[in-house]
């Protein structure tokens, strides 16, 4: 028996081909894996008759974790978001969506290490929203204490046990003085637990100002679901964009690994797209599954084909196809672990 | 230019039909079981946005003291029926707050929960 189940969800326009790239250079890494392929989005209405058909959900309840590529979500109209639904289902609170500089990729700054803990299941995503007349219609914003406490508790958690230093949280509580004023207190009670770590807070609009004049200052920075939506993007931005932006999302019994973006189907079957967001996402789910050595290995060697430049992707000024960037990091794992 | 006037000139009446109601809740005991009200009928149960009831719930999930349920017609209604569900609902359950649910046109004026 493997050592490791995983749920593989490939999801749709470019997914399959980045997964398909990812798997690859995983299986590369030696980690014992028996990857369980399960189906989302848009095919499966046909298919099934629903976007997460209950396949993919008992998977993923068996397995506990899961490595998802995006999805595709109509804007305005149509059916509801699978990920969002993946995400209300397993009740997987806490979305991680680390920005850090590649060293090798073009950016106007020289050091970014921030960790983003953004609250993935209330707020204005909870999906409560009425034409209250034929000309006005209201999302009811909802921000809960325990599920404000939750999110501060387990950012305060994660920055202990990975040596960070400062927790701030990011709000509009001089204007949303009830829903962002008890994500605030929650915060403020939770950090009482950890005395070693600085804390803060910071409002959202000048934390996007401060983030693109001195992004060094951030370290560990709490957010509503809508706020770190958004800030997790600009934070994408300013690490090369959203081809390095992986993402976490974590419950406290499972955990689904996907990169911050979308399914790009205008790229789909031309296998030009970079993989490396579902790749680092890969390597932070090796990490969750204390796959230390391997997940390193990964790391180090898609670094040096950045860094080596001859096999990398259109948005990183090169030509390689998907699967060639992929090969080329298994060819260097190769090297590097003196095989 | 007056671009309130403007805007007001671009508004679209629209014809309205009521066809059921969010109730919001608030109780100790769980998730609710209802019966039927009249021409009300549940049609889901949700909890901070996620449905909890019919389907799947993960025994991870978090759930506060505050119930969305709603409720659908299962024929034509008036506001009438409204008062009177609400006279009939409060008896056994304390709610917060409800919205009506209209159909703008023939389309949802309301969002499904996840």
Redesign the interface.
Known sequence: MAKHIITMIPGEGTGPEICEAVRMVIDASGVDIKWEYEDIGLDCLDKHGTLLPDKTIQSIAKNKVALKGPTTTPVGTGHKSANVTLRKVFDLYANVRPAKLIPVVKRPWDHIDILNFRENTEDCYAAIEHMVSDEVAQCLKVITWPGSYRIADFAFQWAKTHGRKKVFCVHKANIMKMTDGLFMDAFKEAAKKYPDIETGDVIVDNCCMQLVRNPAQFDCLVLPNLYGDILTDLCAGLVGGLGFAPGANVGDNCAIFEAVHGSAPKYAGLKKVNPSAVLISGIMMLRWLKEEQAANLIEKSMFAVLDEKKHVTYDVGGTAKTDEYAQAIVDKMGVMAGK | MNFTAEAIKT????D?KLVGV?VYIITEEGIPQFKEFGPFKCEFI?N????VWPG?V?P???M?NWY?CRFMATKDIQDADVTTFLEQFGQKWWWSAV?K??T?DGEA??????
């Open positions: 508004r679209k009446k629209k309205t969010d949700s901070r946005g996620t449905k799947y993960s991870d999930l978090l506060v969305r919205q649910l209209w703008y004026g309301y969002s499904k929960a996840y």
